[in-house]
């Protein structure tokens, strides 16, 4: 999923939409002006992550922009329906302001069964669905919600799926979120690209940003057409590194399952997050909008209404959605195979 200021936050213990992270950081910011405090932080950060079994929970961190000198624990944490099948091995990662997306490969590391759907308003964070393996008898190491003008939670945004773990082609689908479909043609990577890579995003640009194999700290831009690899690629400063995730301006990389990178789409560091140990394996990056400095208490009465306003909406386009995702297969829209950048049928 693309992280920006204007896209909504979605937080495992609730949904977050843009608003209603921006009036909590309002809240914040006029508090700290009410004690004479300049806010410390710049921005806040939400990264998720799956980890590998067993039972391998997913996790979420909440940290503040410069990062704090020392590790940070996950402030959610829970493991998913599949995790607790045996010798399941957690792998893949996405979500929309509604859903999580996640995969396991199966007897360590065999295919996986297919992409588990969470909904997110759920508190015991039960599966709603599984949609069916776009690769049969492949691993699904990778997954990624994109929208190509810039906004993850449109409907016309995608889930991208990386394929292929361990030892096949590294293949890429667009598959629909309501029902898993497959949009258009898939793409097979190019050299670098390897089987067993483990680190995917999709960019601003629609290209796909992956690394060059397994844990391998040195990441490469491919054609979201042809798959051929694009420019240069870059390498950086980890030991291992496995996932990615792509904002407008910057990238955030899972680094020595003890960090995450923030860096710029050359892979120049820009600030370093340590968190706890953690077996990790695809991630999911928010970035939250800048703390202002606030004038007067009137920003907190604009956080607070913001907040009112956006749980009011939330709430009827929380239960749209988990309707039509509950619908039938065989009612949902089709798409059409189309070039990068079209819509689906009926979206």
């Known amino acids: 999923m693309k992280f920006s200021i204007s896209a909504a936050i979605p937080r495992l213990n609730g949904v ?9 950081l309002v809240m914040f910011a006029a508090l700290a002006s009410t004690l004479g405090a300049t806010p410390a932080r710049a921005a806040f950060l939400y990264v998720s992550g799956n980890n590998a079994g067993p039972t391998g929970p997913i996790q979420q961190w909440a940290v503040g922009l410069p990062a704090a000198p020392f590790p940070a624990a996950p402030d959610v944490q829970f493991v998913p329906d599949a995790a607790f099948v045996p010798g399941a091995n957690g792998r893949a990662l996405a ?30 964070k039960h599966d709603v669905r599984v949609f ?29 799926a990386l394929t292929g773990y361990p030892s096949g082609a590294p293949t890429v689908f ?21 089987p067993d890579s483990d680190g995917f995003t ?7 940003l992956v690394n060059t194999g397994d844990a391998s700290p040195t990441y ?3 054609d979201s057409i042809t798959g051929a690899a694009v420019g240069q690629g870059f390498t950086v400063p980890c030991g291992q590194a496995t996932g990615v995730d792509a904002g407008p301006t910057t ?27 953690n077996h990790i394996e695809d991630i999911e990056g928010i970035f939250g909008p800048p703390l202002p400095e606030p004038a007067s208490l009137g920003l907190l009465g604009l956080g607070l ?42 979206k």
């Open 16 to 24: 977050f939409t843009g608003a209603h992270c921006f009036s909590r």
């Open 95 to 124: 979500a929309d302001q509604f859903f999580l997306y996640y995969s396991e490969l199966s007897s360590g590391f065999g295919p996986s069964d297919g992409i588990h759907v969470i909904s997110v308003s759920d508190p015991m």
């Open 132 to 160: 069916a393996n776009p690769n049969p008898g492949w691993g699904i190491q990778d997954l990624d919600v994109f929208d190509l003008f810039g906004d993850p939670y449109s409907v016309n945004a995608s889930l991208y």
């Open 174 to 194: 667009r598959l629909s979120r309501f029902d898993g479909h497959v949009i258009g043609l898939p793409v097979v990577l190019q050299a670098p690209a390897a």
């Open 202 to 208: 999709v960019l601003p640009n629609g290209n796909f």
């Open 220 to 222: 490469q831009e491919f």
């Open 251 to 277: 990238l955030v990389i899972q680094c020595d399952f003890n960090s995450f990178l923030i860096t710029d789409f050359s892979g120049n560091v820009l600030d370093k997050v340590l968190v706890t140990g």
């Open 305 to 346: 209404a913001a907040l009112g306003l956006v749980r009011r909406r939330a709430g009827r386009l929380q239960a749209a959605v988990e309707i039509e995702m509950m619908r039938d297969p065989q009612d949902q829209p089709r798409g059409r195979s189309r070039a990068r950048g079209e819509v689906e049928d009926g």
